[in-house]
């Protein structure tokens, strides 16, 4: 045809949206040169090298349309058929022009789309008008949250809309009508998916293809386009903030509750032209809607049997166990190695016999210093693209969070330590700089047993307060290393072979605080603030104190 050597060739589907999952095929949309498609006559633009062709809509539902010839041209004959409005241009002989210009022994047509024999291309010659078309107007201007936001918008509308040659099933105008395609809209807008919602889009499709589609009666009944349109209307109507990492589980859960909602009904209105049902023909059986529901019902277990998704169940049944069972893992773990093992029955008692609120309190001030503890060496050496080294960076930090309510500023600097250990040297300094701050006069050192004039009227302004509230805020704890810690600098490993036998090693903060920033500004070859910090430590007690160094 002509003007094939200008022939426009764009990626869709799966690939083209970042999912390349296991089974798509490549889709590809070529725009066909010779015919520009306008909406009314006043819009044509004669330009001598394309053809004009214009919509009509009056007979065909939704998202279709007939493409009328606007003069009468000689070419290509067999693909106009004339009725009562003019001469209109055959989605079906289009296809067949096409296929004729291909080996027939290897493709075939398949929908909109001409296939190879073997299913892993579906390729689709389009027609394409230049305009937003009138009909998805409404898109445009109706209320939405926050997305999509109106940069993308702009640029969806800028691009106009493309028509792929297919009508709608058992119409009278079948072979005439065209459907009006979003595929590039589409693109843009996955392509403004957080990572969130992309992965919880790439769930539904897997949801999809290794669940729903193993009941051989649920075969065919969807397909991922519906699923796709599912993710921008919850998209649109949500507050992007549930879009989180440890918010995805239920947002999946919601997608599958929005989909046996839609399959129940039996509506499930298109993105851009809510007036086309695409579950208009969508057979809504029983059968259908109870095994969905015993899906939705299983919640993300329904991927106990997916083969994409397994390994994330095994590691999703590790992370969720109950929250006591942690609680008792982590003192189990943790506390047997304080120096006072009668602290373990102390806590016992606290929790199981006790239900003061001062119990409380103390069981919550010493779990959240036992959580100091949780971060060990491997013995497993992991790659750095390994998926266990993520959950254990994800599961120490977590721990490290929790042990932040233990005091005011041993705490942070342990969280300081465990980024310093991962390189992250800036997020080290950040949280040691603010950890300084809060080694102010009136903090009160664990190992102190007298208090200063300044210290005992804070503790006299705070009388008040509950007693879990005054030690957080008012101690400052010795720093205490696990022998077995993976928190503890490797430059001080080997200056603390002697004190592993003891099982403990204990740092004075500041000291430690001060000798940890030289070690990030070396690291970082910011060697002036490395000497300053030098300085600050000769400045400050000997780095390595024990609690019975610093209370004699």
């Not at 998805?136 to 792929?164: H, M, N, Q």
Request: glycine residues 4%; neutral net charge; aromatic residues 14%.
């Amino acid at each position: 045809m002509g003007h094939s050597d200008k022939m426009k060739v764009i990626q869709s589907g799966s690939k083209a949206e970042g999912l390349d999952s296991k089974g798509s095929d490549l889709d590809l949309m070529s725009i066909t040169p010779t015919f520009k498609v306008y909406q009314s006559e006043t819009e044509v633009v004669r330009d001598g090298l394309t053809v004009p062709l214009i919509m009509n809509n009056e007979d065909s539902q939704p998202c279709f349309t007939q493409l009328r010839l606007l003069d009468h041209h000689q070419i290509f004959k067999n693909m106009w058929e004339k009725n009562h409005l003019g001469y209109m241009l055959s989605s079906e002989q289009y296809k067949l022009l096409y296929l004729s210009l291909l080996p027939h022994i290897t493709w075939k047509i398949h929908g909109p789309c001409l296939s190879d024999m073997q299913g892993r291309l579906d390729l689709a010659f389009c027609l394409k008008c230049d305009r937003w078309i009138s009909q998805a107007e409404p898109w445009v201007i109706r209320a939405r949250t926050a997305w999509p936001p109106s940069d993308i918008i702009s640029k969806i509308t800028s691009y106009g809309v493309l028509f792929v040659p297919i009508g709608i099933k058992g119409s009278i105008n079948e072979n005439l009508e065209w459907r009006i395609s979003f595929s590039i809209a589409e693109k843009f807008l996955v392509y403004s998916f957080s990572h969130v919602q992309l992965l919880c889009y790439a769930m539904l499709k897997v949801f999809l293809k290794e669940i729903i589609e193993k009941h051989e009666d649920l075969k065919g009944l969807l397909c991922s386009y519906f699923l796709k349109t599912l993710m921008f209307w919850i998209s649109e109507e949500t507050d992007p903030n549930i879009w989180r990492p440890d918010n995805i589980i239920p947002c999946f859960n919601a997608c599958v509750q929005r989909l046996l909602y839609c399959v129940r009904y039996s509506i499930l209105s298109h993105y851009f032209i809510p007036t086309n049902n695409l579950f208009c023909s969508v057979i809504n059986n029983e059968k259908f809607t109870t095994i969905l529901h015993g899906l939705y019902e299983n919640g993300i277990y329904c991927f106990a049997y997916s083969d994409t998704l397994r390994d994330y169940q095994r590691q999703y049944y590790n992370l969720t166990e109950s929250l006591t069972s942690r609680i008792v893992k982590t003192v189990n773990h943790t506390f047997c190695d304080y120096p006072n093992i009668k602290k373990i029955h102390l806590l016992y008692n606290l929790l199981h016999h006790s239900r003061s609120s001062l119990s409380g309190s103390l069981f919550a001030l010493n779990l959240s210093k036992a959580c100091w503890f949780v971060p060990v060496s491997p013995k497993t050496v992991y790659s750095s693209e390994n998926k266990h080294e993520y959950f254990k960076y994800k599961y120490d930090l977590s721990h490290l969070l929790i042990g932040l309510h233990s005091d005011a500023v041993a705490g942070w600097l342990l969280l300081a330590s465990f980024f310093y250990f991962h390189k992250n040297y800036f997020a080290s300094l950040s949280v040691m700089n603010y950890a300084l701050q809060k080694c102010t006069e009136e903090k009160i050192y664990s190992t102190r047993s007298e208090y200063t004039f300044i210290q005992n009227q804070e503790l006299y302004q705070m009388k008040n307060e509950k007693l879990y509230t005054v030690l957080k805020a008012m101690t400052i704890e010795a720093l205490i290393f696990h022998g077995k810690s993976s928190l503890l600098p490797k430059e001080l490993q080997e200056d603390a072979i002697s004190d592993l036998l003891n099982h403990n090693i204990f740092y004075y903060p500041l000291s430690f605080a001060y000798f940890l920033s030289f070690l990030c500004f070396y690291h970082l070859h910011d060697f002036r603030s490395s000497i300053t910090r030098v300085y600050g430590i000769f400045h400050r007690l000997c780095l390595r104190s024990t609690v019975k160094e610093e209370t004699a």
